[in-house]
């Protein structure tokens, strides 16, 4: 009876033993499975996020068709005229910021530009304003302007104080820029960086 109870013994530690090798078994397929299958959405995340990628550089690709490509940006002309702070959402909810020229080179041809797609009579906001400090021009990022291209042969700009706090580029001036109340409506051109 006793080397039964042995074998009876004997054969539940085989079972138990064989039964904790099939769990460690299952528990290496599973976290293998478990890797696999973070593996797989990484690979999923990163499919969409080059996805999106595509699918903004179309995008630019569209806006620089419909309108032109100056110096790594392009520039898309908005003739409807708006306030400053309209037509600096437009901007901003298409993917972009208003027009701010940074050389020489730039304003001129955006001024060309403008000329062609807006009218030779208007003016076009720019994306540079002296709300926070009166004489102080900043662009949309709160950074100062370097580059300035104020008409001050004539008229002296900017000449408006503080009820004059936004600026504008003037097409009948060659492209010389005029400070201008920011509740006045204008045309505007949006820009976008090219990636």
Request: net charge negative; proline share 2%.
């Amino acid at each position: 009876m006793a080397v039964r109870g042995f074998w009876v013994v004997f054969g539940l530690l085989l079972l138990s033993q064989s039964s904790l090798q099939q769990k460690k078994r299952n528990n290496k397929k599973d976290s293998t499975t478990t890797a696999a299958i973070e593996e797989l959405q990484k690979q999923i995340n990163d499919i969409v996020q080059e996805l999106n990628v595509l699918k903004e550089q179309q995008a630019l690709q569209t806006v620089c068709l419909k309108g032109t490509k100056i110096l790594g940006k392009c520039f898309l002309a908005n003739p409807a005229k708006k306030t400053f702070h309209d037509a600096n959402d437009d901007c901003i909810a298409k993917g972009g910021s208003l027009s701010t020229p940074l050389t020489g080179d730039e304003n001129d041809q955006l001024y060309s530009y403008v000329r062609q797609s807006v009218g030779p009579e208007d003016h076009i906001w720019l994306g540079i304003n002296d709300m926070v400090t009166d004489g102080h021009w900043v662009d949309q990022s709160g950074s100062s302007v370097r580059f300035k291209n104020w008409e001050t042969e004539i008229t002296l700009q900017p000449d408006g104080g503080s009820s004059q706090n936004c600026a504008v580029l003037s097409t009948t001036a060659n492209g010389k820029w005029f400070d201008e109340n920011c509740r006045a409506e204008k045309a505007s051109v949006c820009e976008f960086n090219i990636v």
